[in-house]
T-cell receptor, first 115, second 115 residues
Framework: AQKITQTQPGMFVQEKEAVTLDCTYDTSDPSYGLFWYKQPSSGEMIFLIY??????QNATEGRYSLNFQKARKSANLVISASQLGDSAMYFC????????????FGTGTSLTVIP | KAGVTQTPRYLIKTRGQQVTLSCSPISGHRSVSWYQQTPGQGLQFLFEYFSETQRNKGNFPGRFSGRQFSNSRSEMNVSTLELGDSALYLCASSKKGGQGVDTIYFGEGSWLTVV
């Protein structure tokens, strides 16, 4: 089974609108971390936000927030007030406890912001 | 603060040759991991090094190898190159090697084309 599933290959959003990128995960480890990365066309992966499995509150970082629903095993990324520079690939990733730094990545969602 | 530096950025090799890619982590980071990114398979974990020891290894053939030096710099080597090895190879480093919010920071990657 896939550890990380991103079901939206491509998304479009109007500039200044909010958009939600879906991510579900699969693990039996009670300790894990969930991450979102942005990859512009240049190729570099940029860290956006982190959510720990024991965190009680949803993580927020500026215009990024993570909608963490533990029972449903989902960790959706919400980008508010979209900007043209947000157009990129977005990857959801998970690190399970005790695995060092082995990350499992989803297949990504390509986000296009329309002026 | 300098980021993760990967060299070379672009290279073209012939089938059967070998290639060595280099990665300099962020200063003070002791964990270095490598990922292969292809359109078909997405981001796949190759291996992780922590304090010069390989701690985790992904599901790749023995042609893929790596090492880490005492200054945390890392190299990965691919021998007997195949066309399917054409990919973006990403190096990532982290300070604590997989604890809590300790995220990984990526370099810009090395684009390898095998002809």
């Amino acid at each position: 089974a896939q550890k990380i599933t991103q079901t939206q290959p491509g998304m479009f959003v109007q500039e200044k609108e909010a958009v939600t990128l879906d991510c579900t995960y699969d693990t039996s480890d009670p300790s894990y971390g969930l991450f979102w990365y942005k990859q512009p066309s240049s190729g570099e992966m940029i860290f956006l936000i982190y959510q720990g499995s024991y965190d009680q509150q949803n993580a927020t970082e500026g215009r990024y927030s993570l909608n963490f629903q533990k029972a449903r095993k989902s960790a959706n990324l919400v980008i508010s007030a979209s900007q043209l520079g947000d157009s990129a690939m977005y990857f959801c990733a998970m690190r399970e406890g005790g695995t060092g730094n082995q990350f499992y990545f989803g297949t990504g969602t390509s986000l296009t912001v329309i002026p | 603060k300098a980021g993760v530096t990967q060299t070379p950025r672009y290279l073209i090799k012939t089938r059967g040759q070998q290639v060595t890619l280099s990665c300099s982590p962020i200063s003070g980071h002791r964990s270095v991991s490598w990922y292969q990114q292809t359109p078909g398979q997405g981001l796949q974990f190759l291996f992780e090094y922590f304090s010069e020891t390989q701690r985790n290894k992904g599901n790749f053939p023995g042609r893929f190898s790596g090492r880490q030096f005492s200054n945390s710099r890392s190299e990965m080597n691919v021998s007997t190159l195949e066309l399917g090895d054409s990919a973006l190879y990403l190096c990532a480093s982290s300070k604590k090697g997989g604890q809590g919010v300790d995220t990984i920071y990526f370099g810009e990657g090395s684009w390898l084309t095998v002809v």
